[in-house]
């Protein structure tokens, strides 16, 4: 299964499929459905009886095996989480899990067949695992095919890249995403959408939602003791700083586009708040906050003080707004 919009780029791919690579790489926007399209292939390759010009049969032994997640020559390789005590994670492929990986794929398949391996997303391996995973590429064994999947192609170590081919998968259009998010009856889907940058594939805890509410509200009227509290309740779900992060560059690209007489792009339904606030905002003070932002970005996963790190953004963010009132 593939979702529509990818339609296309699975005919050019079966068009050509007995000129395969060894290595793939999958390249596109978070949540538009490419790590699905991995595993679509992963099954095709897999596959016993695979349907000419078409996808996997989803009938034969590997394709039971593969369905059901065990499939013994296909390997899937995502983030560990290590969780220290605060229960916070830091996400990232390290080099075990590729060394464990490449001790498999250089023995026999147990079925005969291909032996595939899905990497995702490609940019979390550290560099460590990158350059390990670089020798296999470099060499590639026989009958092993690797797919990879990243979010930020720019991230991943180039000489990886360069012994991959490359598809791009795109996103859905505006009307695509939208209506397939109101055929399963998401709510509030236009506002959902617009935070999400046009990706339908989200999967967002209501809670969550609630939270962010919460700091939307701060952030249009700030005050201490507000600020104070959410602070302690975002530590208290043990999300990184990089979730609080996203959320304030939304905020604040909405405001300083609303600076700029033009619409919001990410909460569209606090356009009245935004100007509200904007009101008591300079540009330049906008950007201040931003570069506040874009410093402890690189931080985002670690595991600093995240009840800390907030109130410091949040009391400068009030500061800067008391600079206009």
């Not at 492929?93 to 990497?119: C, E, F, H, M, W």
């Amino acid at each position: 299964m593939i979702y529509p919009w990818h339609n296309e780029q699975w005919r050019q791919l079966a068009e050509h499929w007995e000129r395969r690579p060894n290595a793939w790489l999958f390249i596109g926007k978070k949540g538009t459905g490419k790590t699905v399209f991995a595993r679509f292939v992963a099954q095709k390759l897999l596959c016993e009886s695979p349907v000419p010009d078409g996808g996997p049969c989803g009938v034969c032994a590997s394709c039971h095996l593969f369905e059901q997640g065990g499939h013994p020559d296909f390997y899937e390789i995502t983030p560990l989480s290590d969780e220290p005590e605060n229960g916070r994670k830091l996400l990232q492929i390290k080099i075990d899990a590729i060394r464990k990986i490449i001790d498999n794929v250089y023995l026999t398949s147990v079925r005969g067949g291909l032996r595939v391996v899905l990497i995702h997303p490609a940019e979390s391996m550290n560099v460590q695992a990158a350059n390990s995973l670089l020798k296999v590429l470099e060499e590639p064994p026989p009958q092993v095919v690797f797919l990879l999947v990243s979010h930020a192609a720019d991230k991943v170590l180039p000489t990886v890249k360069s012994r991959c081919r490359k598809m791009v998968l795109p996103a859905p259009s505006h009307e695509e995403a939208l209506a397939y998010l109101r055929e399963r009856g998401v709510a509030e889907p236009e506002e959902r959408l617009a935070f999400h940058s046009g990706a339908p594939l989200f999967d967002e805890e209501e809670r969550l939602c609630e939270l962010r509410e919460k700091l939307l509200n701060i952030l249009a009227e700030p005050r201490l003791l507000k600020i104070l509290d959410f602070a302690e309740l975002f530590d208290k779900e043990k999300l990184p700083l990089a979730v609080f992060v996203g959320w304030m560059q939304k905020w604040l690209v909405d405001l300083g586009l609303c600076l700029q007489n033009m619409k919001p792009a990410y909460y569209p339904s606090y356009e009245d708040r935004l100007l509200q606030t904007a009101s008591g905002f300079r540009q330049g003070n906008v950007f201040a906050a931003e570069d506040m932002l874009k410093r402890l970005a690189p931080s985002g996963f670690h595991t600093l003080n995240v009840k800390m790190q907030i109130e410091y953004l949040l009391i400068n963010y009030l500061e800067l707004k008391k600079k206009n009132g």
